[in-house]
């Protein structure tokens, strides 16, 4: 088979990595990629965010897969260009993909299917944001409506701060979600969905806030670990049959169907799990570390999924124990970051690599915001977290910064679902 990844962050250096370990892949690309993933696949330039160029690319270069890793080029069209060129692909249809591309479409999904969630109301004329705050809080939960990167979110018991937030997204022309605070820990589970059958992978918990202890700003995610071992028994079986399957049916009853990996943003709370949010695709970092304890080969579950073919797929099949990792960013993420800063460190396994590139004499260099994604497995997750800032401490990147208690709390016992 041969595969096309396109992307260019630790996600798809993961999905390159397991990709390249698998037998039934005889080539494999990655576009435009990073300087891990040139490592172990053909590099091409190409415009993510235009499908036709995707679908360009992947006719041009005789794929015969092609994984679409970010929800950008999906919501585009992406998925919809290539399987017009009769080419699988792994990512849902831009119509699907609005499952994350619309929180607002998201949540009418929900309530058609009778899934839990937290309530919500759009506000889209700043004469209405007060009143409607007023119905919100003490804990204000502000989101923008499309596609932010996971940065378009403020939740405070600050009202003039919610009030702010959702100031500067009306005038920006952006629609505001106000929704009910979800307390609880929160989890991603990560379902193959191909149309009708669910797959769920293993579930991971995700740190969205920039620093230790959820300090600062949210971001794309600074760090992740899987399995959880706080998860209640029976929480896989509980999201796959009260979420995933209602939302799988209900986009099919729309003529809409989903294929490619649904990802459940979760809240676990006292009355059972609640959605946060929908995406479309791999959550990154988590499947950083989701690829990391999965044994079965990825290349024909991927194009099971892509092909409506996943309930003839054989059971998967993970490594006992844990996996962490620790996200490495650039200078001033998740706000305008500092590139071009030499890395030395990178090139060891279990290294990925995001905003990374090749300069012309050898050297790696930084090349956006999350640079590296550093992962460490273990058959407890202490020793799998030891292990990850272990490797963090070989790597240099001037003015980088990292969180130091990815998977600490989970690893001292201290997370219940009460
Ligand atoms: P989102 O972009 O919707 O995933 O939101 C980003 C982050 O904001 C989530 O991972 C949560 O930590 C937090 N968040 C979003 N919605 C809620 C909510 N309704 N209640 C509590 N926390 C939330
Ligand atoms: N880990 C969060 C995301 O992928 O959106």
């Not at 999905?15 to 494999?28: E, G, I, Y």
């Not at 990655?30 to 993510?48: F, H, I, K, M, R």
């Not at 409506?145 to 600050?158: E, H, I, P, Q, R």
Request: charged fraction near 20%; glycine fraction near 12%.
């Amino acid at each position: 088979m041969r595969v096309l990844v396109i992307g260019s962050g630790a996600r798809e250096h993961a999905l390159v990595l397991a990709l390249a370990h698998d037998p039934a892949v005889v080539a494999l690309a990655c576009a435009p990629g990073n300087a891990g993933t040139a490592a172990l696949a053909e590099s091409y330039g190409v415009d993510v965010a235009s499908p036709a160029s995707v679908a360009d690319l992947a006719a041009e270069w005789q794929a015969d897969l092609v994984v679409v890793g970010p929800e950008v080029p999906l919501v585009a069209g992406a998925a919809d260009a290539v399987r017009a060129r009769g080419i699988a692909c792994f990512g849902p249809s831009a119509a699907a993909a609005r499952i994350e591309g619309s929180k607002a479409f998201a949540k009418d999904v929900m309530a058609a299917a009778g899934v839990p969630t937290a309530h919500s109301e759009i506000v889209d004329n700043p004469a209405r944001l007060d009143a409607a705050l007023r119905r919100f809080g003490p804990t204000w939960v502000v989101k923008d409506d499309g596609l932010a990167a996971g940065k378009g979110v403020a939740v405070t018991s600050d009202l003039a701060a919610a009030r702010a937030h959702a100031m500067t997204l009306l005038e920006d022309g952006h629609p505001v979600l106000l929704e009910t605070f979800l307390d609880g820990p929160e989890a991603s589970l990560f379902c193959l969905v191909d149309g009708t059958t669910v797959v769920p992978l293993m579930p991971a918990q995700d740190f969205k806030r920039v620093g230790d202890g959820d300090a600062g700003p949210n971001t794309g995610g600074m760090g992740a670990y899987a399995p959880l071992p706080w998860a209640p028994a029976g929480l896989v079986d509980e999201v796959v049959a009260k979420i995933i399957h209602p939302v799988a049916a209900e986009l099919s009853a729309r003529g809409t169907p989903f294929s490619g990996l649904l990802y459940a943003g979760l809240a676990l709370t006292s009355t059972g799990p609640q959605v946060i949010e929908f995406n479309c695709r791999f959550g990154d970092p988590e499947t950083q570390v989701v690829l990391s304890l999965l044994r079965t080969p990825v290349a024909g579950l991927l194009h099971a999924t892509a092909t409506g073919s996943l309930s003839s797929h054989p059971a998967l099949e993970w490594s006992d124990g844990f996996a962490v990792t620790v996200v490495i960013a650039a200078e001033g993420y998740p706000g305008r970051v500092r590139s071009g800063d030499v890395i030395t460190g990178a090139e060891t396994d279990g290294i990925l690599h995001a905003g990374t590139r090749r300069r012309e004499d050898g050297a790696i260099v930084s090349a956006g915001g999350r640079v590296l994604s550093v992962v460490g497995t273990g058959a407890t997750l202490p020793e799998a977290r030891d292990e990850a800032y272990h490797k963090v401490s070989t790597v240099h990147l001037p003015g980088s910064h990292h969180r130091n208690d990815i998977a600490e709390r989970a690893s001292h016992g201290e997370i219940a679902v009460v």
